[in-house]
């Protein structure tokens, strides 16, 4: 899955760790530009290998909440 400008992305490494949001991409889709936000502390912007990332189509809130991007489930669900 080609990761997009504004997706909900986590670490293959750390799949439990925190969430960031793609901010910029490359045209060849090489790396990203990552605003990660960490709980409690000072957001800030990382450039990652898009390798190392993993799109969420269903992002977990405070609380026990979910929201889910329909459009980018549908995108993984013609994908497979």
Known sequence: M???RA????????PAGPLGIV????????WAD???C?????PYV????SSALVV???????????VTDM???REFQEAL
């Not at 997706?7 to 750390?14: A, L, P, Q």
């Not at 901010?23 to 090489?30: F, L, N, Q, T, Y």
């Not at 960490?38 to 000072?42: H, K, Q, Y």
């Not at 990382?46 to 290998?49: D, S, T, V």
Request: a positive charge; charged letters at 35%.
């Open 46 to 49: 990382k450039r990652m290998h």
């Open 7 to 14: 997706d909900w992305v986590e670490c293959k490494s750390t």
């Open 71 to 73: 459009t980018r489930e």
């Open 23 to 30: 901010k910029r991409v490359a045209r060849d889709g090489s």
């Open 2 to 4: 080609k990761i997009k």
């Open 56 to 66: 969420l189509d269903t992002i977990p809130l405070p609380g026990g909440v979910t």
């Open 34 to 36: 990552v605003k990660w």
């Open 38 to 42: 960490l709980p409690g502390g000072r």
